[in-house]
């Protein structure tokens, strides 16, 4: 099945810097990325997802690449705030199929003030 | 557009007892997914429903178990709890975005299961 590693685990950063959060997959067929992330105590949000027929997404400071050739893709954060300060999650999967989504281990992400 | 919501919030049982779990997904999705949440094992798919089928199904044991009705509600079951199956069970409501490759997902506040 499909296997999906994520890092770092913890990850500190100051206001205004950049965050990034790699994951790797190892199922080829996996064709849709999303990312989640998860203030503490409260439910997963979906931030922003990637299909495998895009190469980069952004959606105002984040951003997903994808490289399909190397089974990775990132989560790019810019301009960091506070706010930002959650768990973050990947995920793998092949939407078009039985296949079932697979997610990273969560990064800790700590944007410090 | 009232959101996901999931009852009860928290639940103790002892092993070997059952529980059922519900999820009322944000009208207008017909897609259910369930999910457990540890600290060990983190974030890990337990099945997916759509009009009122079973889509996907994760790698847990036939204790678990869920169905979903006709207005997309959705219930999940696990039989013969194990001290192991305490852990936070989010369920999520989703549709595909029309003229779009995205996807809009809504997570519940979760049910947080204690087994004694």
């Known amino acids: 099945g499909e296997n999906v590693e994520q890092h770092p685990s913890t990850l500190s950063v100051q206001e205004g810097d950049s965050a990034v959060i790699k994951c790797t997959y190892s199922d080829s067929a996996s064709n849709y990325f999303p990312w989640y992330k998860q203030e503490l105590g409260k439910r997963p949000q979906l931030i922003i997802d990637?299909?495998?027929?895009?190469g980069e997404k952004k959606d105002q400071r984040i951003a997903v690449t994808l490289n399909k050739t190397a089974k990775h893709f990132s989560l790019h954060i810019t301009e960091t705030q506070p706010e930002d300060s959650a768990v973050y999650f990947c995920a793998a999967k092949n939407s078009g199929g039985s296949y079932i989504p697979t997610f990273g281990r969560g990064t800790s992400l700590i944007v410090h003030p | 557009k009232a959101g996901v919501t999931q009852t009860p919030r928290y639940l103790i049982k002892t092993r070997g007892q059952q529980v059922t779990l519900s999820c009322s997904p944000i009208?207008?999705?017909?897609?259910v997914s369930w999910y457990q949440q540890t600290p060990g094992q983190g974030l890990q798919f337990l099945f997916e429903?759509?009009?009122?089928?079973?889509?996907n199904k994760g790698n847990f044991p036939g204790r678990f178990s869920g169905r979903q009705f006709s207005n997309s509600r959705s219930e999940m079951n696990v039989s013969t709890l194990e001290l192991g199956d305490s852990a936070l069970y989010l369920c999520?409501?989703?549709?595909?975005?029309?003229?779009?490759?995205?996807?809009?997902?809504?997570f519940g506040p979760g049910t947080r299961l204690t087994v004694t």
């Open positions: 009208s207008g999705h017909r897609s």
């Open positions: 999520a409501s989703s549709r595909s975005l029309a003229f779009s490759s995205s996807y809009e997902q809504y």
């Open positions: 429903y759509f009009s009122e089928t079973q889509r």
């Open positions: 990637i299909r495998s027929n895009v």
